[in-house]
């Protein structure tokens, strides 16, 4: 009896938006369901969440874009929270899925997180590690407190910082935004222990699980 066909999960394309000024390159999972919109922490970048996307792939749209500056997003005037959400929200609004994402910030991207979901439609709002007050002021201080020993071995090349002083400037107007429209979820939100850092990493599949369940 032949074998039935399974259908392959959806592979992952790179692209870009149009804007030359603000453009953001990102990848995708998908074409259909609500978007799970993925944002890294600043000095990494967009590969960090290919191992959850992986898992992810096949229930929802996944997004993940390279920030302003970082990967192969180039840099711009202007790295605001308020203009980078909004620069977002476009790009969610182009793939015309017609449904409010969820919104997944690591580390400082959890600022972001908040940000785009105090301005536009969000499903819900997911945010770790995010750190306490203020944007560090040097690039040790930000990665002394990221968690970064907490990443397994065969994911370490997921977690590779970008280590420009001159980077972290650009974002030094970034400050932790106060939660006036965040969801409250159950599981969601900030992660206490410091021995969880990267946990999207640290367990990808468990990670991809904990999204799935938001759906």
Same mark, same amino acid.
């Given at each position: 009896?032949?074998?039935?066909?399974?259908?392959?999960?959806?592979?992952?394309?790179?692209?870009?938006?149009?804007?030359?000024?603000?453009?953001?390159?990102?990848?995708?999972?998908?074409?259909?369901?609500?978007?799970?919109?993925?944002?890294?922490?600043?000095?990494?970048?967009?590969?960090?969440?290919?191992?959850?996307?992986?898992?992810?792939?096949?229930?929802?749209?996944?997004?993940?874009?390279?920030?302003?500056?970082?990967?192969?997003?180039?840099?711009?005037?202007?790295?605001?929270?308020?203009?980078?959400?909004?620069?977002?929200?476009?790009?969610?609004?182009?793939?015309?899925?017609?449904?409010?994402?969820?919104?997944?910030?690591?580390?400082?991207?959890?600022?972001?997180?908040?940000?785009?979901?105090?301005?536009?439609?969000?499903?819900?709002?997911?945010?770790?590690?995010?750190?306490?007050?203020?944007?560090?002021?040097?690039?040790?201080?930000?990665?002394?407190?990221?968690?970064?020993?907490?990443?397994?071995?065969?994911?370490?090349?997921?977690?590779?910082?970008?280590?420009?002083?001159?980077?972290?400037?650009?974002?030094?107007?970034?400050?932790?935004?106060?939660?006036?429209?965040?969801?409250?979820?159950? #599981?969601?939100?900030?992660?206490?222990?410091?021995?969880? #850092?990267?946990?999207?990493?640290?367990?990808?599949?468990?990670?991809?699980?904990?999204?799935?369940?938001?759906?």
């Amino acid at each position: 009896m032949p074998c039935a066909m399974q259908p392959q999960p959806p592979r992952r394309s790179t692209h870009a938006t149009n804007s030359p000024l603000n453009r953001l390159v990102y990848d995708r999972w998908g074409q259909f369901g609500r978007p799970v919109l993925l944002l890294h922490g600043l000095l990494f970048d967009r590969t960090m969440w290919w191992p959850v996307a992986a898992e992810l792939a096949g229930e929802g749209t996944v997004i993940a874009p390279d920030l302003p500056g970082h990967g192969q997003s180039p840099p711009r005037a202007d790295y605001s929270l308020e203009r980078i959400a909004g620069d977002l929200a476009g790009l969610v609004h182009g793939l015309q899925l017609h449904r409010a994402p969820i919104v997944v910030g690591h580390g400082t991207a959890a600022w972001l997180a908040v940000a785009f979901a105090d301005a536009y439609a969000t499903h819900c709002v997911l945010t770790f590690d995010e750190p306490a007050g203020t944007l560090p002021g040097t690039v040790d201080g930000l990665l002394d407190g990221a968690g970064l020993a907490a990443v397994p071995e065969p994911y370490r090349q997921f977690a590779e910082p970008r280590r420009d002083p001159a980077l972290l400037k650009a974002y030094a107007g970034w400050k932790e935004q106060p939660p006036t429209r965040r969801l409250a979820l159950a #599981g969601a939100g900030r992660s206490p222990a410091p021995e969880r #850092g990267f946990g999207h990493l640290a367990d990808p599949e468990g990670f991809a699980a904990r999204l799935r369940a938001l759906l």
